[in-house]
């Protein structure tokens, strides 16, 4: 079965960087592009941008351009998002979705807690 | 704010049919049939509900149907239960520059 298993939670301080890894296993990796979504804390899922597995080609939200980088490893199936310059705004749950269409993602990781504290 | 307009929320008696609009612009609801809805129980993951307008995965309840209308979108659940008490987001594509834009998510209440 499909399943999406991500990297533990984070605490961070400002300024710092953050690297969220998504591991995929259940169907062929390189087949399906994967977004990434966060949701602040009693806020709403803001997307973050998208990965195609097979090449590593990327697209950002204009708000993380700059700020995120998206990667993947062929080898053992898992993408990975690094944020950096955090900001306490950036204290979110971070989702990996696998994505359907162009918009749309039918399997989402558990989740990844980072929390940017001084 | 959010790029799709939802409201904050919704309520309704069990058996009772609800409906969740999405309403955004000719850029992403209104050009592309590419809008989808997502069920989010708290601490738990999104699930999604319908894509591509109004297709149903595999193994979710056809008292879920999706539709769209111009530049709104909207969710219908008919035969509420009460483990339909969760928050629904929206989501559409909107072109290549920014491809993905969500609702502000509609809190629904299942009397």
């Known amino acids: 079965q499909v399943q999406l298993v991500q990297s533990g939670a984070e605490v961070k301080k400002p300024g710092a960087s953050v690297k969220v890894s998504c591991k995929a296993s259940g169907y062929t990796f390189t087949s399906y592009y994967m977004h990434w979504v966060r949701q602040a804390p009693g806020q709403g899922l803001e997307w973050m941008g998208i990965i195609n597995p097979s090449g590593g080609s990327t697209s950002y939200a204009q708000k993380f351009q700059g700020r995120v980088t998206m990667t993947r490893d062929t080898s053992t199936s898992t993408v990975y998002m690094e944020l950096s310059s955090l900001r306490s705004e950036d204290t979110a749950v971070y989702y990996c979705a696998r994505s359907v269409d162009s918009s749309s993602s039918d399997y989402w990781g558990q989740g990844t807690l980072v929390t940017v504290s001084s | 704010q959010s790029a799709l307009t939802q409201p904050a929320s919704v309520s309704g008696s069990p058996g009772q049919s609800i409906t969740i609009s999405c309403t955004g612009t000719?850029?992403?609801?209104?050009?592309?049939?590419?809008v989808s809805w997502y069920q989010q129980h708290p601490g738990k993951a999104p699930k999604l509900m319908i894509y591509e307008g109004s297709k149903r995965p595999s193994g979710v309840s056809n008292r879920f149907s999706g539709s769209k209308s111009g530049n709104t979108a909207s969710l219908t659940i008919s035969g509420l239960q009460a483990e339909d008490e969760a928050d629904y987001y929206c989501c559409s594509y909107a072109g290549s520059s920014t491809p993905v834009v969500f609702g502000g998510g509609t809190k629904l209440t299942v009397l």
């Open positions: 000719s850029s992403d609801v209104g050009s592309y049939n590419l």
